[in-house]
């Protein structure tokens, strides 16, 4: 298939799915045009049966805001008509869904340009939902020839938040289980931890949904029992809050901000545990990553993440903002070497079985055909 991918490419785990997803259907054989305003950040290597299309963007006095969309739906025009695209999938509803439709609209009589929305969190429950762009992204769901969502959680809300009765395909997240998976990484753990303290990880954009700040009033309980370290990697608007955060309740010291990292798959490995307290998730790839390297996680209870991880048997899970609750589970894997081996073999089994990327690609492609078929 000639297939058209346009989604975020910065970092993000939207974006990050978009590209895993293109890099592994060039793999298979199929032609893939990513049409976005920059590289995506995880296609930085020549790949046989990939393209880049950038959308360019010229800037004019009475243009008080960049119009990116309307540039992005004629980059797909072009592209779908001069590639003879068979399809665009589009990562994140805002404004790629409203972007795809303009642009099928655009080649009617030309050809029938299939368009599948894959909506991945915060277009749906929280962008999504401001009354600027609520009928829009309804409007382009409903347009949309398939539409996918990451986790049953997703589904239900797109469902009733935006009152839409077109059917919407779950195909969760996925990770090459090949490439994060359990390795030695006693060396990178002493230089993190030098006195043997355990190490707790948490990675994400620092945006408020995430709720930083927690995991480090999580580290600030555990050390009080356990002597231990908290990665903190990625970065984001909250970032400067955390550190002042750290430093008020004294656990600067065992507190390593990071920032954007690229090893992350050893950084992971040198962990214990991995946290994700989020206020709002509808999946939790980075918590999907951490399990496939064998890393138990402790989470808030919310969105997809029930759906992922496994309470009592790959990782905890405790209501929103139960600092409490969520520390003792962290004591509890930290003290509990028997314990804590189950749940990292759980946690790569889940993942083996569920979202290897060998999984859910074909799945994709299943659905891909599905539409065209149709
Ligand atoms: O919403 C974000 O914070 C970023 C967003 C994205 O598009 O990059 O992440 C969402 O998509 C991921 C990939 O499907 C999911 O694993 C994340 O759970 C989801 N984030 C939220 O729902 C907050």
Known sequence: MKIGITCYPTYGGSGAIATELGKELALKGHEIHFISYALPFRLHHFMENI????????????????????????????????????????????????????????????????????????????????????????????????????????????????????????????????????????????TIAPNGEKILIHTSNFRQVKRVSDTIRILEKVIKEVPAKLLLIGDGPDRSECERLSRELGVYESVKFLGKQDALVELLNAADVFLIPSQSESFGLAALEAMSCGIPVVSSSVGGLPELIRHNESGFIAEIGDIDRMSKYVVELLTNDKRHSMFSQSARNRVLANFDKNIVVPWYERYYEKVLGA
């Not at 068979?86 to 609209?105: G, Q, R, T």
């Not at 829009?136 to 009765?165: H, M, P, Q, W």
């Open 51 to 190: 393209y880049f299309h950038e959308v360019e963007m010229s800037s004019y006095p009475l243009f008080e805001f960049p119009l990116y969309s309307l540039a992005l739906a004629s980059k797909m025009v072009e592209v779908a008509e001069f590639e003879k695209l068979d399809l665009l999938h589009v990562h994140y509803a805002i404004p790629h869904a409203s972007s795809a439709f303009l642009a099928k609209e655009m080649l009617k009589g030309k050809k029938d340009l299939k368009v599948i929305t894959t909506l991945h969190g915060t277009d749906i429950t929280l962008v999504g939902l401001e009354p600027s762009f609520l009928p829009l992204v309804k409007f382009s769901i409903e347009k949309s020839d398939g539409v996918t969502a990451v986790s049953r959680f997703l589904k239900e809300k797109t469902i009733i938040n935006y009152n839409i009765e077109k059917e919407i395909e779950v195909i969760p997240n996925f990770v090459d289980t090949n490439v994060y998976k359990p390795e030695n990484a006693d060396l990178l753990k002493q």
